[in-house]
């Protein structure tokens, strides 16, 4: 490995062996600026991290010897813990939304049904159509089938089948998935929607700080300078 690899190792957060957790004699030490400190004992290495105030973290115990970084390793876990909570904020939840339907649907209740499952293709999630069979009605699965190859036909503008049609007991069912334009779409949107969300956060934060010292208001209503009195009048 060479030093550039070692400067660039990937650092997890979980399970980090840190300061005197760390069990080689010998560890090759990366300083707190990205310099190469070559090969240290596990006890000056640690003298050096404790001189700048800074932790000594194992970042690939599988290196002979392993590689060490001196780090704060506090705010490196807090920083890490703030990207993973931008990135949670960012990503499209993908829901699996059911819509039911029966061999004998009137045509304005399918047309409704098409749109629900066009608006939840848009919305970035998958839509599960099942035809339900009730009766005799299982003998004619024929017409579930075609109900089925209809809504595909229908929604192929925005979505695509993830799992063709299948019988399940008395029901035939499929799973339609966003086309990749549209999934791409409801994550552009989703990521828009957070980078919002955090302005409008990082702005009531701002306008709940406290006013500077200097700038604070007297309370209390403000002081009534009177004119002096004027003296008695002299007797004539």
């Known amino acids: 490995m060479n030093p550039q690899q070692q400067e660039n190792f990937p650092i997890s957060v979980r399970d980090q062996r840190t300061n005197r957790r760390i069990r080689a004699r010998e560890v090759r030490v990366v300083g707190s600026a990205g310099e190469q400190l070559g090969v240290l004992t596990i006890e000056a290495a640690l003298e050096r991290a404790q001189a700048e105030g800074l932790d000594l973290v194992e970042v690939n115990p599988m290196a002979k010897p392993p ?9 490196f876990k807090y920083e890490e813990k703030k990207k993973a909570s931008e990135a949670k904020k960012k990503q499209v939840v993908v829901h699996l939304k059911e819509v039911k339907l029966r061999p004998k649907t009137e045509e304005h209740d399918y047309e409704t049904k098409v749109r629900h499952i066009k608006r939840f293709l848009e919305e970035g999630n998958k839509s599960r159509v099942t035809i339900m069979f009730r009766g005799r009605e299982i003998t004619h699965k024929n017409l ?10 229908d929604c192929k503008d925005v979505g695509q089948v993830e799992m063709a ?3 399940e007991g008395r029901q035939m069912f499929m799973i339609l998935a966003p086309s990749a334009k549209v999934a791409q779409r409801a994550r552009e949107l989703a990521r828009q929607q957070a980078e919002a969300s955090k302005k409008d ?4 934060e701002k306008s709940a700080a406290p006013a500077p010292a200097g700038h604070s208001k007297p309370e209390g209503n403000p002081a009534v300078t009177q004119a002096p009195a004027s003296p008695p009048a002299s007797g004539s």
């Open 165 to 167: 049609p299948r019988m």
């Open 201 to 204: 956060h990082e702005k009531s």
């Open 144 to 153: 579930g089938q075609q109900i089925l190859e209809d809504v595909i036909q």
């Open 67 to 75: 590689v060490c970084k001196i780090m704060d390793y506090g705010k």
